[in-house]
């Protein structure tokens, strides 16, 4: 006899699970997202963890989620509100409700939701559901019982059988979802390849949870299926975060230069898996240096790029507090060098796992002196890797430090990226010396077109020559207080960063042409300004959006698209600081501006409210 | 013998003030450079701020004159992009133990090749005239009207608490052992420290004057060759020998002691107890010890990198981005 299964279409779905630190909740939305991925879905995932590694069981502090945007169409940020909350215990529901919509439906662990589970979590009643005047769909499932009574068997101890819990929870989600359990099955047995009875464990308990889902129709009505539909490049593809694209552009970029990859890095949240990622790939000849802190991290990559390598360091705000004289030290002695922040909160520590832009200033203009570099920001998990692979190349041609800006939200955050082929990316030529300019030559002889130095490697004879820090002489190359040299050399180190301009593409404008409202942003923002802009037109309101990679120098059109609308909207998550920037760069300027600093992504809801507010001003 | 002659090694005309130890130590250098035979543009010469650390200045070399305190760290990122040059790092007390003295601890622990140079004067000279973490206890100046109420760092002792395997000790006036110090520093794989006694005419003259003459080191120090009895004096006539958990000077003839009684230096030791006890000797009970205390081989830091590198080469079966890819799991839309 055939099943009934009431099957209701959707374009998108957003999940969030969410559990203790140590519940596996990331593991699990991985699993869903790549095997949506698989089916020819888009995905957006973004991780919201907690700064302790992990805190008490069951407390309110601990709880981290892991949020999934599944698509039919392109999906560009990973959802505001979700349609299914996985809740592993009272702490995970009590901080996590609000993230559900109001018609969506909520999965929790019967088991954990004793005396004691709710005490720690702080609930006053027995009754949590109606202590937070939850009115959503429940789905009430002994998580933590079905897994110990279905591995009773397995040999495994009472802890690895409460490990399985997440994906018993999966199980249940890939149900409602419609989901194949064979890819699941696989991500699960290449993930514990070197523990099969692990791996065994997770797969049964995974389709026990399916099997739960489907007996008990799971409380809901329906189940539902996103369809693959638009137009999605043939190809390869891989789900990919912001960190690991990034890394993958600073490799990427070190083998079309012909240069060897050095990263100076100290860890810190939430830069750190770049350096994890680079110590993988040392087959590739990648070097990676744990420095005793930041500034040797920086320090020992000036060395580096001094001595000819592609030089990167990666660390987020607070380091590159640390790091701001060894900057400047290859601002005036004119090497190349890559340094990526990933932004977060602050300012000193302050929220070291959520996500700001409120380091755009400091990239700019955080050192003494006339220290001009350019600042590039990535605006999603894969354009990391296009801002990273385009930041070594201006650093290596246009002999600059370069600060790479990406975010806690884009770097933690992931999304299908369709495998690219190198011989397809733009070609790096490192601003080397050649032995025909061996003849006079001094280290400041600048190349005629971008105004940079050449490059000197030691080791290269005839090319001996001494820089630093102190200001030099544009003609001789030596140590020199002239004061008219002086100013020479600031403005040419000036005009340098001006000319890279020559090199990048114009702002591209989404959005009707004769829009009221021009939304503008920078970095990390991309997906959820272009989703309210989308949003806003879907509503029959005209609103464009401008989003900017390049931020210093600025594209050449940039005067003359702000110019262009009655309105213009900065949004960032600051206070104002690229409107400032921009109102500094276009004379008259003046713009709205939205600002949210709370280290939480921007909701599209929020956006076009305030957007609309501003229309209809 | 080498292919190279001082002159090929000099630069520029050096701006220290008349009589500045950095100019006797800066002419060792050189001899130094045009014995060991390695070419100018093979040789990299980093520093930090200070008087000393304008010395890449009148290196006929690569030279990169850095940020204060950051020698050390951007001498390691020369040595490991580049491993093929020799990189000497040139730093004073203030810049190398003072600001600097967390880059200076972990190159010596993570022993990166590089020739690490001490120039100690124990005060500020560049700002004119403050005490260093070198300066002695109630050491007057002008950050310190009344006397430190702090203790220096002996050198030595930090740089063998952080697990430094070689450590040598010259006066910057002293042109043959400088000379030998400094060859020696180059030819030991790993990071070399060497401690260079120097002068400040102007803000602390006179503060290693017990060695900083023949006749003064005659009588004050002992010059230690690996292999050789640890024998000193005007005439020889003194020895070092150990008395039960230390260190005793004895007159060679007297109470029936001879030379085969004497210590005999062994550099290679690979325990630091004698070349700390020999490092720390001070007057007037001992003589100041000068020359190479201690010379152990270990792995190199710069070496181990590329040794693991071959190795995960070997390993593993990508080794370019295209390769790299194909690690990743993968889905096709069609």
Redesign the interface.
């Known amino acids: 006899m055939a099943e009934q299964k009431n099957i209701k279409e959707l374009d998108q779905v957003i999940v969030r699970f969410s559990g203790d630190s140590g519940d596996g909740m990331q593991l699990a939305g991985n699993i869903f997202s790549t095997i949506s991925a698989t089916v020819g879905n888009d995905i957006c995932t973004f991780p919201d963890y907690p700064a302790d590694i992990r805190a008490p069981q069951g407390v309110l502090t601990g709880v981290s989620g892991f949020q999934v945007h599944i698509g039919a169409d392109k999906v560009l940020t990973p959802g505001d509100a979700c349609d299914v909350l996985v809740a592993m215990n009272p702490a995970a529901l009590k901080t996590q409700y609000k993230y559900c919509k109001p018609t969506g439906a909520i999965i929790i662990d019967s088991d954990s939701f004793g005396a004691k589970d709710l005490e720690k979590a702080e609930f006053k009643t027995s009754d949590p559901i109606a202590e937070l005047g939850i009115k959503n769909d429940i789905i009430s499932c002994p998580i933590s019982s079905m897994c110990v009574e279905s591995l009773k068997e397995s040999g495994l101890d009472n802890k690895s059988m409460l490990r399985c819990k997440n994906m018993l929870a999966l199980g249940i989600v890939c149900w409602i979802f419609d989901r194949d359990l064979k890819l699941a099955e696989g991500m699960i047995r290449a993930k514990f390849a070197k523990k099969p009875e692990i791996a065994e464990a997770n797969i049964k308990v995974l389709n026990d949870g399916y099997n739960f889902g489907h007996n008990t129709h799971a409380s809901i009505s329906h189940t539902y299926r996103i369809e693959s539909k638009g137009e999605k490049a043939k190809g390869l593809y891989m789900d990919i975060n912001g960190n690991k694209a990034t890394a993958y552009g600073l490799m990427a970029a070190a083998e079309k230069a012909g240069l060897k990859l050095f990263l100076g890095s100290y860890p810190i949240t939430p830069a750190t898996d770049i350096l994890h990622e680079l110590a993988k790939h040392k087959s590739m000849g990648v070097i990676t240096m744990q420095a005793e802190d930041e500034i040797a991290g920086c320090a020992s990559a000036v060395g580096a790029a001094y001595a000819g390598a592609l030089a990167c360091t990666s660390t987020s705000g607070p380091g590159v507090c640390l790091k701001s004289e060894a900057i400047n030290l290859a601002v005036i002695t004119e090497l190349p060098l890559v340094i990526i922040n990933v932004q977060r909160g602050g300012p000193s520590t302050g929220l070291p796992t959520k996500s700001e832009q409120t380091d755009l200033l400091q990239a700019l203009f955080g050192r003494n002196g006339e220290s001009p570099l350019p600042v590039i920001a990535a605006t999603s998990p894969t354009d990391c890797f296009d801002a990273a692979y385009n930041a070594c190349k201006i650093a290596v041609e246009h002999m600059t430090p370069i600060v790479l800006l990406t975010d806690a939200f884009i770097a933690n955050g992931s999304a299908a990226w369709k495998l690219p082929n190198i011989n397809d990316f733009a070609d790096i030529k490192p601003n080397f010396v050649t032995p025909e300019m061996r003849e006079g030559w001094t280290p400041y002889k600048r190349n005629p077109e971008t105004g940079a130095r050449y490059w000197a490697v030691p080791g290269t004879p005839d090319f001996m020559h001494r820089i630093g820090g102190l200001e030099k002489s544009n003609e001789t190359g030596a140590i020199s207080t002239a004061p008219d040299n002086h100013e020479l050399m600031v403005k040419l180190r000036a005009e340098k960063v001006e000319r890279i301009a020559d090199d990048i593409p114009n702002v591209e404008v989404y959005g009707p042409e004769d829009a009221d409202l021009l939304i503008v942003g920078f970095g990390g923002t991309y997906g959820h300004l272009r989703e309210a802009a989308e949003e806003l037109n879907k509503q029959g309101k005209k609103a464009a959006h401008a989003h900017f990679t390049y931020i210093n120098p600025l594209p050449r059109n940039t005067a003359e698209v702000m110019r262009r609308y009655k309105k213009v909207v900065v949004a960032e998550q600051n206070l104002g600081q690229f409107a400032a920037f921009l109102r500094m760069k276009i004379d008259g300027f003046n713009p709205y501006q939205y600002n949210e600093v709370k280290g939480q992504p921007f909701t599209v809801a929020n956006l076009v409210e305030a957007f609309t507010k501003i229309m209809e001003e | 013998m080498s292919e190279y002659s001082v002159q090929d090694f000099k ?2 005309q050096p701006r220290w003030c008349p009589g500045c130890g950095d100019h006797s130590f800066l002419g060792a250098l050189h001899k130094a450079m045009s014995e060991l035979g390695v ?4 040789t ?1 010469v ?1 520093s930090g ?1 200070g008087c000393s650390s304008r010395l ?2 009148y ?9 204060h305190g ?1 020698a050390a ?10 491993p ?2 020799t990189v000497w790092q040139v730093s004073g007390d203030g810049d190398g133990l003072a600001i600097g003295g ?2 200076f601890i ?1 190159a010596v622990r993570r022993n990166i090749d590089l020739n690490m140079i001490l120039l100690n004067n124990r005060i500020y000279g560049l700002t004119k005239g403050q005490y260093s973490p070198t300066s002695a206890r109630g050491f007057v100046s002008k950050s310190s009207p009344y006397g430190t109420v702090e203790d220096p760092f002996t050198p030595a002792e930090l740089c063998f608490g952080a697990r430094g395997r070689f450590f040598a000790r010259c006066v910057a006036t002293d042109m043959p052992v400088a000379v030998e110090c400094l060859k020696a520093a180059a030819q030991h794989k790993g990071a070399a420290v060497t401690e260079v006694l120097q002068n400040c005419v102007i803000f602390n003259n006179g503060t290693h004057d017990s060695v900083y003459n023949k006749e003064g080191r005659a009588k004050n120090s002992i010059h230690l060759v690996h292999g050789q009895p640890m024998i000193f004096g005007e005439n020889n006539e003194y020895g070092l020998m150990q008395e039960g958990f230390g260190l005793k000077v004895v007159k060679i003839g007297e109470n029936g002691i001879t030379e085969k009684d004497i210590l005999v230096h062994d550099a290679h030791c690979v325990d630091t107890t004698l070349h700390l006890k020999l490092a720390l000797m001070q007057g007037p009970e001992f003589p100041i010890a000068l020359g190479v205390i201690r010379d152990v081989d270990a792995p190199t830091y710069n070496d181990s ?1 590329y040794e ?2 071959e190795e ?2 070997q ?8 390769e ?2 194909a690690t ?7």
């Open positions: 630069f520029g070419a100018p543009h093979q990299a980093i701020i890449p200045y290196m006929n070399t690569y030279g990169f004159h850095t940020i950051r760290a951007i001498a390691t990122g020369v040595k490991i992009a580049n093929e040059l967390n880059h972990h990198i693991q590198i995960v080469k390993a593993k079966k990508y080794h370019n981005f295209t790299l890819l990743n799991e993968t889905w096709e839309i069609k």
